[in-house]
């Protein structure tokens, strides 16, 4: 099957400033301390860094602005993130070039204890969000990035994750965001700009590629109960080491179009199953209020 090629979307604000923009995502989430799963981290970014190349990496986040990346800034941050000091968490954003919206990006978050000792961080969890422009999911086509998703997937000791076409946009742009996407576009995964810690053990949304591990995937029943409930024309589950799980919604990520009758069944069908342990924002930010929010988060739902 050939890619797809998907919508552009932009938005920028009054000033011209680009403020949301569409990309490809992959992102996991773990409900483990930086100390027990830096080093996994570090493969997995040091697999994806080789996998996409030509795409490179050139600028890192210091303490206070961007920073040139060479080799010997690598070596530094890497061994930032393998041991970053007592009662100290792990921080890493590489980036391809100075845009913070839309451009590749990593960006590691390894918590030092989980869960904080703060009743507002008690749902934060260790993260690595990895992001690519679209373009690299059309001239690479949807085999090749799902062979490098699922490497990276197999090196973490993740509670859940995904891979999806996504609008990323600032937290307080969201509002103005999703009138690019709702409701036309009911595949389009409305994302932050960079990790989003607040997940716990939910799972964040229904998409393209969905990685589960414990404790969701048991308390669906295990393997065997999901095959059984989702055996299903264009999904697919493949079985991964640790009791994890991988499901696929069709063979490449699809954005739907509800204006052609487009409203994606694979999507809505994996909701249903999921309903129980989706993620809710709890908090809504810019112009989004809470309603606003619902809605778009059971769109596969209602």
């Not at 204006?259 to 989706?278: C, D, I, K, N, Q």
């Amino acid at each position: 099957m050939p890619t797809m090629k998907y919508p552009k979307l932009r938005y920028r604000d009054e000033h011209g400033t680009l403020k949301a923009s569409d990309a490809l995502l992959m992102c996991f989430y773990m409900r483990y301390p930086n100390e027990r799963i830096a080093p996994a981290a570090m493969r997995a970014v040091e697999l994806f860094r080789e996998r996409i190349r030509p795409i490179q990496f050139t600028w890192y986040a210091g303490d206070e602005q961007l920073e040139p990346l060479d080799d010997s800034a690598w070596k530094k941050l890497r061994e930032e993130v393998l041991d970053p000091g007592p009662e100290s968490a792990a921080f890493l954003i590489l980036k391809a070039d100075r845009r913070w919206v839309g451009g590749p990006l990593v960006d590691y978050r390894g918590l030092d204890v989980i869960p904080l000792p703060y009743p507002f961080r008690k749902d934060d969890v260790s993260v690595l969000y990895l992001r690519l422009p679209t373009k690299y999911l059309e001239e690479q086509g949807p085999e090749r990035v799902r062979a490098l998703a699922l490497d990276v997937a197999a090196e973490l000791p993740f509670n859940s994750g995904y891979v999806d076409f996504v609008l990323c946009s600032d937290i307080w742009d969201f509002g103005a965001a999703i009138r690019l996407i709702h409701p036309r576009y009911p595949g389009v995964h409305l994302a932050p700009s960079g990790a989003d810690l607040t997940m716990n053990t939910w799972v964040d949304g229904v998409h393209w590629m969905n990685f589960l591990g414990q404790p969701v995937l048991g308390q669906l029943g295990g393997v065997a109960a999901l095959r059984e409930r989702l055996a299903l024309p264009g999904l697919s589950l493949q079985e991964m080491s640790g009791e994890r799980v991988l499901i696929t919604l069709g063979e490449q990520p699809e954005v739907g179009d509800t204006s052609a009758g487009h409203t994606l069944p694979l999507h809505r069908e994996f909701a249903r199953v999921l309903e129980p342990h989706l993620h809710h924002r709890r908090i809504t930010y810019g112009t989004m209020n809470q309603e606003e929010m619902l809605r778009w988060e059971r769109r596969f739902l209602d």
